[in-house]
């Protein structure tokens, strides 16, 4: 079974601009949730959806934003770049039931300059 | 807001020794996970532990969450090379999905 996938595995913006970040989860997978990691703040989770619904968001502003498609695909989107959004930026995907293992992917190294 | 203190953030040993890495939280959580993250890769998940009191066992790992599900500890036997990582706890809420809050990390290395 394939993992989960996240593309671009790195990525180079300058601050103003936009970015999009996509993850395919492991197939069957329902629910994705997006964590942003950085050397300071740790992991921190930015928001999940679940059958293209948002189920629960983290306290980030609203320039982070993320969708999920019919076939729970998941892209994230920042706007107005900051310096402060370099980090890694991780995608997991789990099945349904409680207690159901995250699966995360190897992330997406965002840096701002 | 949640928060999961995690302690030590590093920890350098030698081959063989043993140590405990200690997560701990004023808030009670439904489960508490622990997760060993390599450069380059996410982080993989090594338990979950959901009931006060409960000890798991993964080879040379021993992992025990707190009768009040406030805190857990991962405890390493005889520490290997290849146990060097980023350790990392997380506790989810009740009802909270997939939203997890994750401990600052300990970083591990383990010299031959």
């Known amino acids: 079974k394939a993992g989960v996938t996240q593309t671009p595995r790195y990525l180079i913006k300058t601050r103003g601009q936009q970015v999009t970040l996509s993850c395919s989860p492991i197939?069957?997978?329902?629910?994705v949730s997006w964590y942003q990691q950085t050397p300071g703040q740790g992991l921190q989770f930015l928001f999940e959806?679940?059958?293209?619904?948002?189920?629960n968001k983290g306290n980030f502003p609203g320039r982070f934003s993320g969708r999920q498609f019919s076939n729970s695909r998941s892209e994230m989107n920042v706007s107005t770049l900051e310096l402060g959004d370099s980090a890694l930026y991780l995608c997991?995907?789990?099945?349904?039931?409680?207690?159901?293992?995250?699966?995360f992917g190897n992330g997406t190294r965002l840096t701002v300059t | 807001t949640q928060l999961l203190e995690q302690s030590p953030q590093f920890l350098s040993i030698q081959e063989g020794e043993n140590l405990t890495v200690y997560c701990n939280s004023s808030?009670?959580?439904?489960?508490l996970q622990w997760y060993r993250q390599e450069p380059g890769e996410g982080p993989v998940l090594l338990v979950t532990?959901?009931?006060?009191?409960e000890v798991k066992k993964l080879k040379r790992l021993t992992f025990q969450f707190g009768d009040a599900r406030k805190d857990s500890s991962l405890h390493i036997t005889a520490a290997q090379p290849g146990d060097t990582g980023l350790y990392l706890c997380?506790?989810?809420?009740?009802?909270?999905?997939?939203?997890?809050?994750f401990g600052g990390g300990t970083r591990l290395m383990v010299k031959p």
């Open positions: 997991a995907s789990s099945s349904v039931g409680s207690y159901s293992p995250l699966h």
């Open positions: 197939s069957g997978h329902r629910s």
């Open positions: 959806y679940f059958s293209e619904t948002q189920r």
């Open positions: 808030s009670v959580f439904s489960s």
């Open positions: 532990v959901v009931t006060g009191g």
């Open positions: 997380a506790g989810a809420g009740n009802n909270a999905g997939n939203m997890l809050t």
